[in-house]
């Protein structure tokens, strides 16, 4: 049974930092390019970042690229999401992604190309 838990969010202040996890499970983690997706209050969800198999190729979400950095370790099977300069925008609940097939350039916006989704973690940031 694949396992993608999210873990790092909370409530913080506008300009402040938070650094997601996922922890994942039950998958050969570097056979699969991964995701950050975000449903903000009112929103669709909207893809945030991704990161290739090997770390090679990454992408963001015009609306955080220079704030957030999306990273992994395919040794502990983590995928991270640090976030700064955070504003109340930001506040959604945020969840990862993992896909098998495609190139490593592939970051898709439907929910229906990925194989594999967390529970999601809710950050919060106030003004």
């Known amino acids: 049974q694949v396992l993608l838990v999210e873990s790092g969010g909370g409530a913080v202040e506008a300009g402040g930092s938070l650094r997601l996890s996922c922890a994942a499970s039950?998958?050969?983690?570097?056979?699969?390019?991964l995701g950050w997706f975000r449903r903000r209050p009112g929103k669709l969800r909207e893809v945030v970042s991704c990161?290739?198999?090997?770390?090679?190729?990454?992408m963001y979400n015009d609306n955080v690229k220079g704030r957030f950095a999306i990273s992994r370790d395919n040794n502990k099977n983590e995928l991270y999401l640090e976030m700064n300069s955070l504003n109340v925008d930001d506040t959604a609940v945020y969840y990862c992604?993992?896909?098998?097939?495609?190139?490593?350039?592939?970051?898709?916006?439907?929910?229906?190309?990925?194989?594999?989704w967390g529970q999601g973690t809710l950050v919060i940031v106030s003004s």
């Open positions: 039950g998958l050969r983690f570097d056979q699969y390019n």
């Open positions: 990161i290739s198999r090997a770390s090679g190729f990454s």
């Open positions: 992604a993992a896909v098998k097939r495609g190139s490593d350039t592939t970051c898709s916006s439907s929910d229906r190309a990925w194989d594999h």
